[in-house]
């Protein structure tokens, strides 16, 4: 095609390819989760900002029929595409946790937002093959972000292609905060402040903002405890397929028992271990 305001050719391919190459980039697995997460955000909207019925389950976290709903749908949606596989829902419980691919699903991360009425809240669809972590789906409806990754292929946001930053030194890095209620009244405690010290920020985006802004290449580092593989699953692959590294506070791949979270852009993964053992 020709760029009539330069007069030089331009060589992008039209739209229509372009829209087959994006569609050829993804998995069955990768369309799948999207397709579920889509869902899940109609649900989530008709929800929103409603006055629901609040129950309180045996862990002391509150639940909506908007949670149960949103769940019930992305597992129906996955169950009919891959009918072997086996799926752990924070609302719905677990099946086939044996399987070669378990659909790892928290409907809605911070219900309590979500009641509060404010967009600080997400879906988060991972999948897991034999123990590794795949393919993951972050969709924060409200906050008008859908990041999603598969490994080996890549990681985008709102559809745009994204990565990690370069950022090689702690006294040039920016690092995130979450849940730190157990890190906070352990041993590791002044480590972590010895650190935030050497560090060029420190902020507490947390929930699913801060893992999308690591993984494209805002901010390069951020550590978590008091977590679980639901909540954090589908954001370890998208920042794993941006080029990062997520591991646990140990600097243990994640598994379905990680509690804690250390994520870095890879190049930083290091100078934060060897910080929070000093």
């Known amino acids: ?146 990041a999603y990754g598969e490994i080996g292929v890549g990681a985008w946001l709102n559809d745009a292609p994204i990565a990690v930053s370069r950022i090689d030194a702690l006294e040039s890095a920016t690092l995130s905060t979450g849940n730190l209620k157990t890190l906070a009244t352990g041993p590791r405690w002044p480590a972590v402040g010895r650190m935030i010290g050497r560090l060029s920020r420190i902020r507490g985006y947390g929930d699913f903002l801060h893992y999308h802004l690591l993984a494209s290449g805002r901010i390069d580092a951020v550590i978590e405890s008091d977590v679980n593989i639901l909540d954090v699953g589908a954001c370890a692959v998208i920042v794993e397929a941006a080029g990062g590294r997520f591991t646990d506070l140990e600097g243990q791949p994640m598994a379905l028992d990680s509690t804690s979270v250390l994520a870095t852009n890879g190049v930083l993964h290091p100078a934060v271990l060897a910080a929070l053992d000093t």
């Open 1 to 146: 095609m020709l760029n009539a305001g330069a007069g030089n050719v331009d060589t992008s391919p039209p739209p229509a390819l372009q829209e087959v190459a994006y569609a050829m980039a993804h998995s069955e697995f990768l369309r799948t989760a999207l397709e579920a997460a889509s869902a899940a955000a109609d649900v989530i909207r008709r929800y929103y900002q409603r006055n629901l019925k609040i129950t309180i389950k045996a862990d002391k976290s509150p639940v909506t029929e908007a949670d149960v709903e949103t769940e019930k749908i992305i597992r129906s949606i996955v169950s009919a595409r891959f009918p072997d596989h086996g799926f752990y829902g924070e609302e719905t419980g677990t099946s086939a946790m044996d399987a070669d691919y378990v659909w790892i699903v928290d409907p809605i991360d911070g219900t309590k937002a979500f009641i509060r009425e404010y967009p600080m809240f997400s879906t988060q669809i991972a999948l897991m093959h034999r123990g590794r972590l795949i393919v993951g789906v972050s969709s924060a409806p409200a906050y008008g972000e859908l």
